[in-house]
C-alpha cells in the first residue's frame, strides 16, 4: 500500500470536538496554568492547547434544548452577564403537562426534577458561537473543519493524538487532484469530547474494552424546530415540558417547549431508542406532537425556521465507561456525563471539562501522562457535586422498562431513596436489542416493498414538514463526491434479511431521510443520501445488526445550526 506523507503537529493537549465539554476544559486549564506561570518564575512554559471540532465552524454542529443551569459556566466567567452572553431569559414561567390525544392536563405542581427556577433558556448554538472567540483569545488553538478520523496509539495502546479525516476523496475511493492527507496530531494528552456517540470514543471504549461491567449506554434521539410566532405572543423564559401522546406508554420521552426573545418558540421531542416497534419514527411523532390541539393553537399563524436533530445518552452514571486511561481522557457526553431525569448536559458537560482541565494541569506539573496519573480524573469528579447529582439519577432511565406510568412512580421512589429505588442498582439492554420483529407487530408487507409509508400522514408544509423540507431548514450539505460516512458494514443483510424480519427501520429512524430502499433492476437495494446527514447518530445506535458505522465525513460537512 502506497505510504501517504502527512503533515505533523505536535501539541501538549488535544481536545476532540469544540462543545461545551471541550471548551470549558481547555479554558479552565488555559486559566490554571497561565495563573501558576504568574505566581512561578520556573513556571510550566509554553503550553499548547487545541481543540479539533468536525463542523464548518464552531458552533455549527451545536445542538441542544436548552434550559441550563449556569453554574458552571459562571465559574468559568463570572461576567457572562456583563460581557453580554447572549442568554434568552431567566426562567420565569414553566409548567409540566400530560398530553392524552385531544386533551392536556397541566400537573398541579411542577416535579422536584423538572423545576428551572433561576435557570436559563438559551440556545446551546449562539452560546457556544460566542463562547469560542474568547477560548481562542484565552490562546487555545480552535481548529474548525477538522474531523477526528482515527485515534493514534503506541506500541502498548496508549493514546498519543488523532488522525485527522482525508480531503479529496472520490465517492468511489479514489484520490481526486484535490486530494489532502489528514494531519497527525500528537499530543501528552487526548480529550474525548465527541458528545453523544462519539465515533472515535465508540472504536476506543471497544478497543480498550472500557465499558466491561459497566451497563451499556442507552440513547434517545431529540429532534427539534425553532419557530418565529406572531409578535407578543412568545414569553421568553417560558418553559414546558410535556409527557405522554404522542408517546404510546412504551416508548420513553416526552417534550419541550421554550419561550426565547425576538418572538422565537423553541419546540421538541425526545424519543428513547430503545423502542420495541421497527417502525418508530421519531420526526413523524414530532409532526403528531405538532398537531395535538394545544400545540396547534400554540404554533398558530407561526413559521417553521430551523430543524435539527441529535442523540443524547440517558444511561448515566452506570453506563459510564473508564473515562481515563495512558494518554486520554473522556468528558461530557462522550462519558455518559448527562442528568437523563432532568434532560439536561450543558453544565454537566461542562463540570466534567473543567475537571479534566485540573487533571492535566497536575499532570503538566508532574511530568507524567499514564493511567495512574489521569486516574486522577475519576478521584475528582468522584469528590464533586457531579458524582452526587449523578449518583441521584443513576437508576432514573432503567426505572422506565416496563414503560411510563410504572417509570414515574419509580422514578418518586428513587426522589425519596436518593437513587436506590425499589430494587438497587437496574441492569439495562442495549436498546437496538430491544426491537422487535414485524411479525410480533402483525406488521408483514402487503407485498415486498409496500410498507408503513401509506400510514404517515401527509405533511402540510404548514405545522408539518416532511423529513426533506426540514433538513433543507439545518443547513445540512456535504460534498457530493466523497465516500459516505455511513458506511453498511455488510449491505447484504439489508435485503436478505432486515426486509423481511425488521421491514429496514432505517427508513424510519433516521430524523434526516438519509436512507432509502430504492427498486433496481432484478431486485431492491439501500440508497444512502448521505449529504443529508444531520450527524445525530441515531442509525449507528439503534439499528438492530448493528451493521451501520457512522465515522466523520470530510471536515466541514453536515448541518450549519442556527439557534438550535
Ligand atoms: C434535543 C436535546 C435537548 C437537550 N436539552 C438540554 C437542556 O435543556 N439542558 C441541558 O443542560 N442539556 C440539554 N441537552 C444535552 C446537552 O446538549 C448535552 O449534554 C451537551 O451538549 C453535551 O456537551 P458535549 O460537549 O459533551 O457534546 P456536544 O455538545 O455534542 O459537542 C460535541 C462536539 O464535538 C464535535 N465532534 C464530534 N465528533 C468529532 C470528531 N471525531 N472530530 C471533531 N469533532 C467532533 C461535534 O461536532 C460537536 O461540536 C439536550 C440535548 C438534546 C439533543
Same mark, same amino acid.
Given at each position: ?486 458506511? $453498511? =458494514? /455488510? !449491505?447484504?443483510?439489508? &435485503? *436478505?434479511?432486515? #426486509?423481511? %424480519?425488521? @421491514?429496514?427501520?432505517?427508513? +424510519? ?31 449507528? $445506535? =439503534? /439499528? !438492530?445488526?448493528?451493521? &451501520? *458505522?457512522?465515522? #466523520?465525513? %470530510?471536515? @466541514?460537512?453536515?448541518?450549519? +445550526?442556527?439557534?438550535?
Amino acid at each position: 500500500m502506497e505510504q501517504i506523507e502527512r503533515d505533523t503537529l505536535e501539541v501538549d493537549v488535544l481536545f476532540v470536538g469544540a462543545g461545551p465539554a471541550s471548551l470549558a476544559g481547555a479554558y479552565h486549564l488555559r486559566k490554571l496554568i497561565d495563573r501558576y506561570n504568574a505566581d512561578h518564575s520556573d513556571g510550566l512554559g509554553e503550553i499548547s492547547i487545541a481543540v479539533i471540532e468536525k463542523g464548518r465552524e464552531v458552533g455549527s454542529h451545536t445542538i441542544s434544548g436548552a434550559v441550563m443551569d449556569m453554574g458552571p459556566f459562571s465559574e468559568l466567567l463570572p461576567d457572562w452577564k456583563e460581557r453580554g452572553a447572549p442568554v434568552e431569559a431567566e426562567v420565569a414561567d414553566e409548567e409540566v403537562a400530560y398530553l392524552t390525544r385531544r386533551s392536556k392536563f397541566r400537573l398541579p405542581i411542577v416535579p422536584p426534577p423538572l423545576r428551572n427556577h433561576g435557570k436559563y433558556v438559551v440556545s446551546l448554538n449562539r452560546l457556544i458561537r460566542w463562547f469560542a472567540p474568547i477560548v481562542e483569545a484565552a490562546d487555545v488553538m480552535l481548529l474548525p473543519e477538522f474531523p477526528g478520523a482515527e485515534l493514534l496509539y503506541d506500541e502498548s495502546d496508549r493514546v498519543i493524538g488523532v488522525r485527522t479525516g482525508d480531503k479529496g476523496v472520490g465517492r468511489d475511493g479514489e484520490r481526486r487532484e484535490t486530494f489532502q492527507p489528514g494531519a497527525d496530531i500528537f499530543a501528552k494528552v487526548t480529550v474525548l469530547g465527541e458528545g453523544s456517540r462519539g465515533s472515535l470514543a465508540k472504536k476506543h471504549i471497544s478497543r480498550l474494552k472500557l465499558d466491561e461491567g459497566r451497563n451499556p449506554q442507552v440513547y434517545a434521539i431529540g429532534v427539534k424546530e425553532i419557530w418565529e410566532l406572531p409578535k407578543g405572543r412568545v414569553k421568553p423564559g417560558f418553559v414546558m415540558h410535556t409527557l405522554g401522546y404522542p408517546l404510546p406508554n412504551n416508548i420513553f420521552g416526552g417534550s419541550f417547549v421554550y419561550g426565547m426573545q425576538n418572538d422565537l418558540l423553541d419546540i421538541g421531542l425526545v424519543v428513547g431508542l430503545d423502542y420495541a416497534d421497527p417502525f418508530t419514527d421519531p420526526h413523524q411523532l414530532f409532526n403528531r406532537f405538532k398537531q395535538h390541539p394545544a400545540i396547534a393553537a400554540l404554533l398558530e399563524g407561526g413559521r417553521m425556521l430551523h430543524y435539527g436533530a441529535k442523540s443524547l445518552p440517558e444511561g448515566g452514571l452506570l453506563s459510564q465507561p473508564k473515562y481515563h486511561g495512558d494518554g486520554f481522557l473522556m468528558i461530557g457526553d462522550s462519558a455518559s456525563f448527562l442528568n437523563s431525569q432532568k434532560l439536561k448536559g450543558i453544565h454537566t458537560a461542562m463540570q466534567s471539562g473543567m475537571l479534566a482541565g485540573e487533571t492535566i494541569f497536575e499532570a503538566l506539573l508532574a511530568g507524567r501522562f499514564d493511567d495512574s496519573q489521569l486516574s486522577r480524573f475519576a478521584a475528582k469528579v468522584k469528590a464533586s457535586p457531579l458524582h452526587r447529582e449523578l449518583y441521584e439519577v443513576r437508576n432514573s432511565h432503567q426505572g422506565f422498562r416496563h414503560g411510563r406510568l410504572w417509570g414515574l412512580f419509580e422514578n418518586g421512589i428513587q426522589f425519596a431513596t436518593r437513587g436506590m429505588g425499589l430494587l438497587g442498582d437496574l441492569e439495562t439492554e442495549p436498546g437496538h436489542e430491544k426491537m422487535r420483529k414485524l411479525h410480533v407487530f402483525n406488521r408483514l408487507p402487503r407485498r415486498q416493498g409496500e410498507y408503513i409509508q401509506a400510514d404517515q400522514p401527509r405533511p402540510d408544509n404548514r405545522l408539518t414538514f416532511d423529513k426533506v423540507s426540514d433538513v433543507y431548514r439545518s443547513g445540512t450539505e456535504h460534498g457530493e463526491d466523497q465516500p459516505p460516512h455511513l458506511k $453498511i =458494514i /455488510d !449491505p447484504d443483510i439489508c &435485503i *436478505d434479511r432486515c #426486509t423481511t %424480519e425488521y @421491514g429496514n427501520p432505517c427508513q +424510519y429512524f433516521c430524523p434526516a431521510a438519509v436512507y432509502e430502499i430504492e427498486e433496481v433492476e432484478g431486485g431492491r437495494r439501500p440508497k444512502i443520501n448521505f449529504s443529508n446527514c444531520v450527524h445525530c447518530k441515531t442509525c449507528d $445506535i =439503534i /439499528d !438492530p445488526y448493528q451493521i &451501520i *458505522d457512522w465515522v #466523520t465525513p %470530510e471536515g @466541514g460537512g453536515g448541518p450549519d +445550526y442556527i439557534n438550535l
